[in-house]
């Protein structure tokens, strides 16, 4: 058996595959008789014994059957040895023994390694028995518990679960519903729903439920759980502070009494200082997309950033939001100043002080390259600077979220560029920028990602048809270029490929909703 974790996973199923992040300085999370989590920077190496024996150890164990020097995990130029060190129990690395009456006394650790001090039979565990986990691919997490009681129902686990059912995970390698523990006559199990991912308990992928012991491990993708028996303990992932997460259950409009769905089944998360792209062919959704996400149209489902929810409190954070559209409305006989102080005393707070004011508008001017135009006209500008101006008078505010309906119509291939890399600095300032364009694949190479909604013929309604990188839509649509994306799921009559319905689909199960 493998006992890497970030193998054994099937390249043609369903949801985005699980792999492991980039290698980081290992850890050690550690569960003993206290039965709490502690993590552990092991460094150049590491040894373990029991506390309180006035032995010098690096890392003392709160247990009884931990010896006084039980074991030592040392650094080598390829990776990381466990050695016991003539332990009277042993330690059991994945289920084996190690040390007393085990095969070995040593093993060179893999990411996700489950090391365990107990009895032999591991199914009878010891109630002073202790578990830590090795980790190079850990996340910034905060440990939470869960209090299993006998009136506890039974708990969900995905992406999608709301917190009165269970526990969510925002990662896109866990499925819509992954997987369940269940409380039941003989205890508590854990059943796999048919993910992708799946379930690993012990290091195992399960097929089938399985019932639980105290001190089993349980994976599912990057969290951990920790099953205690009146206790779950699990790393949840540390909330991105600034991120945007969108939840569109729906958005739909009434015509002669009859609904008629706009959009519908969005889900995704945009970090801070992320460029996105949004991508779709007509009629799929993108200006009803923005509108929704930003609040000025309400969708059935939720919006939040920073952890706030944009609908119910748009009337606050509604001035945290810069919208530029397409059409321009600027005063032509204004100069460039008084158009960007104008906008000032309207965006920024009341309170601001004018030295303050004025510094914002010549840190903006300075940054969309206007400063040179601060005394002419609106009207003597070129179209560029015309759009550079309309990007400044909502930018002005320092919004976090930022929204462009295509900033680049009617400039020329040079101009347009200048004015996405203008975007790119806002971004890079830890923004949130969205980006309709009509010639995407001039500054593609801008962009951390793309959305690309899609308009299903079997529903009339737009869908999210791809969500990631520019690279990885690229590969996804089989296609070199972001205008070949549009190709392939525009109707015949639009000159596409009509295979809207087939990327939706397969999306879906991309990400695994449809399990």
């Not at 029991?50 to 164990?61: E, S, W």
């Not at 409009?253 to 992320?274: A, C, H, Q, T, Y």
Request: contains cysteine.
């Amino acid at each position: 058996m493998d006992r890497r974790w970030g193998r054994g996973y099937n390249a043609m199923s369903a949801t985005m595959l699980y792999a492991a992040g980039e290698a980081k300085p290992a850890r050690l999370f550690v569960c003993d008789a206290g039965r709490t989590m502690r993590t552990v920077d092991i460094g150049q190496g590491i040894t373990l014994g029991r506390a309180g024996t006035g032995i010098d150890v690096d890392l003392p164990l709160n247990s009884g059957i931990v010896s006084k020097r039980h074991g030592r995990i040392t650094k080598l130029d390829t990776g990381y040895c466990y050695s016991d060190t003539g332990s009277l129990n042993g330690t059991h690395i994945n289920g084996i023994l190690y040390g007393k009456d085990g095969e070995s006394s040593s093993c060179i650790l893999n990411d996700g390694d489950i090391l365990r001090i107990d009895r032999k039979n591991l199914d009878r565990p010891h109630h002073e028995a202790v578990v830590m986990i090795f980790s190079t691919s850990w996340q910034d997490a905060e440990w939470q518990s869960v209090e299993l009681r006998e009136d506890t129902g039974n708990i969900n686990i995905g992406r999608t679960t709301v917190a009165q059912e269970g526990i969510k995970i925002a990662d896109p390698a866990v499925s819509k519903k992954h997987a369940t523990f269940i409380h039941g006559v003989r205890g508590w199990s854990i059943v796999d729903h048919g993910s992708t991912n799946g379930v690993f308990v012990n290091g195992e992928r399960i097929a089938q439920p399985r019932p639980l012991h105290a001190m089993d491990v349980v994976r599912i993708v990057n969290t951990l759980f920790i099953f205690l028996g009146d206790r779950l303990l699990y790393n949840a992932p540390a909330v991105q502070k600034n991120q945007l997460a969108i939840h569109i259950e729906e958005r739909s409009v009434r015509n002669l009494f009859k609904k008629r769905i706009l959009l519908e089944n969005i889900d995704l998360s945009i970090d801070p200082g992320d460029m996105v792209l949004v991508l779709g062919g007509s009629g799929a959704g993108k200006t009803t997309f923005f509108n929704a996400v930003m609040g000025y149209e309400k969708a059935r489902g939720k919006i939040v950033h920073d952890g706030r929810d944009i609908y119910k409190e748009y009337a606050q954070m509604k001035y945290e939001i810069g919208f530029v559209p397409q059409q321009d409305l600027l005063r032509d006989d204004d100069t460039v100043y008084h158009t960007l102080d104008n906008a000032a005393q309207m965006k920024m707070p009341a309170d601001t002080a004018n030295d303050a004011r004025q510094a914002r508008i010549d840190q903006v001017l300075e940054m969309l390259g206007l400063q040179r135009e601060r005394d002419s006209l609106v009207k003597k500008l070129s179209g560029g600077q015309k759009k550079r101006l309309n990007i400044a008078v909502e930018f002005i505010a320092d919004p976090s979220l930022f929204f462009l309906d295509e900033p680049d119509s009617g400039l020329d291939g040079i101009m347009a560029a200048g004015l996405m890399e203008n975007l790119r600095v806002i971004a890079d300032e830890g923004k949130i920028v969205m980006v309709i364009t009509h010639a995407p694949d001039r500054v593609a190479h801008l962009f951390d990602k793309v959305i690309v909604l899609a308009k299903s013929a079997k529903t009339n309604s737009g869908h999210l048809a791809f969500y990631g990188s520019i690279d990885a839509a690229k590969k996804f649509f089989d296609t070199d270029s972001m205008e070949g994306i549009v190709k392939r799921i525009n109707r015949p009559d639009e000159n596409g490929d009509g295979l809207s319905d087939f990327y939706i689909e397969k999306y879906e199960k991309y990400i695994g909703e449809s399990i």
